[in-house]
């Protein structure tokens, strides 16, 4: 199995940071492409950002600008700098891994169990 733990949410006003973590632990054959979505009350899932193993990011336009997704293979762990943040940030935001535990398994989709971002004044 492969457990994802965020951390790093909270209470922010507008216009300022925050660093998301989430650290891939468990039977880890490979960690593939990893990245965040987020989710605000009534609304769908939404990509924020990804990364690949070879360092290719791709950013939702809401975010583009502002957020900077990266990684530490050795930790097995992937980042979110959260600039200039806007209350259309606040979201509960989930980490997200392509993973497989062994060389016989597929590749699946592993999510954590979020960590709340609030932008309010």
């Known amino acids: 199995q492969v457990q994802l733990v965020e951390s790093g949410g909270g209470l922010v006003q507008p216009g300022g940071s925050l660093r998301l973590s989430c650290v891939a632990s468990?039977?880890?054959?490979?960690?593939?492409?990893m990245g965040w979505y987020r989710q605000a009350p009534g609304k769908e899932r939404e990509l924020v950002a990804t990364?690949?193993?070879?360092?290719?990011?791709d950013y939702a336009d809401a975010v583009k600008g502002r957020f900077t997704i990266s990684r530490d293979n050795a930790k097995k762990t992937v980042y979110l700098q959260m600039n200039s943040l806007k209350l259309e940030d606040t979201a509960l935001y989930y980490c997200?891994?392509?993973?497989?535990?062994?060389?016989?398994?597929?590749?699946?989709?592993?999510w954590g169990q979020g960590t709340q971002v609030t932008v309010s004044s």
């Open positions: 468990g039977s880890i054959f490979s960690l593939n492409t």
């Open positions: 997200n891994a392509l993973a497989r535990i062994s060389s016989t398994m597929p590749i699946l989709n592993y």
């Open positions: 990364l690949t193993l070879g360092g290719l990011a």
